[in-house]
């Protein structure tokens, strides 16, 4: 069962509280659930995770984040959750009985992993969010705050957000001039949706594929012949 399904089903099993856990990495590099107890003195309108929980998976460098549920509201963040989101620096996963989605905060206080070398995981660790981590560790450029909402139901609507992040910040050039740190926005499998990775020099890139672990890659022609447009970050120009 996916690790969203495991959220879903512990909300619904306490559906007149807010019900919270931790997203971390498993031995084998995939994301699993650890569902804590809510230790909060109003468990109907708030959440709190057990320290001792959250210190043993932040300590071992294996939290992805922490996620907790709406049963009267939207998924939508609280301002109390953004702000907690904020000081502790974690992504938040908020789940709403109500609507039956899933919204993804990431702070910007988040400090990525490393680039290379991560396996896909929805909403974590994909094509985008590699790209918004490599401006913040390469470029010192932050912008999370660009996605609304850093999960999505489907791919039409993840396509429609990463696009309308790009254009909020970037300045389209001709792909022949393209240079180091450009985004690279490339064709989908069989042409369907976006694909994107940012430009390191000497003719590689790098990226995050479903199937793969994130990589530098040469632009084959395989590659070439899928690029759709280069953009680069306003603050670069």
């Known amino acids: 069962m996916s690790f969203d399904k495991i959220i879903i089903n512990h909300a619904e099993s ?15 590099n995939r994301p699993s659930v650890i569902s804590v107890p809510n230790i909060s003195d109003n468990i109907e309108r708030d959440f709190s995770i057990p320290h001792k929980s959250f210190l043993k998976y932040k ?3 294996r939290l992805l984040g922490i996620y907790h549920s709406h049963h009267k509201a939207s998924e939508e963040p609280s301002d109390s959750d953004r702000n907690q989101s904020y000081e502790m620096g974690v992504p938040y996963l908020i789940y709403s009985l109500v609507s039956e989605k899933f919204h993804l905060h990431i702070p910007t206080t988040f400090k990525p992993r490393k680039l290379l070398g991560r396996r896909y995981i929805k909403g974590f660790n994909d094509c985008g969010s590699l790209v918004m981590d490599y401006y913040k560790l390469e470029c ?3 912008v999370y705050n660009s996605v609304k909402n850093h999960w ?3 791919s039409e609507g993840a396509n ?4 309308s992040g790009v254009k909020m910040n970037c300045t389209k050039v001709k792909v022949s001039e393209i240079k180091k740190n450009d985004l690279i926005i490339f064709s989908g499998i069989r042409g369907e949706g976006v694909h994107v990775g940012v430009y390191v020099g000497n003719g590689f890139f790098m990226h995050q594929d479903i199937k793969k672990l994130s990589c530098r890659e040469m632009i084959t022609d395989h590659w070439s012949s899928r690029i759709k447009a280069v953009y680069r970050m306003r603050q670069l120009v």
């Open 14 to 28: 306490l559906p007149h509280q807010e019900v919270c856990g931790l997203v971390v990495l498993g031995e084998d």
């Open 59 to 61: 300590s071992q460098d």
């Open 140 to 142: 010192g450029i932050n």
């Open 152 to 154: 999505w139901e489907k």
């Open 160 to 163: 429609k957000k990463l696009l």
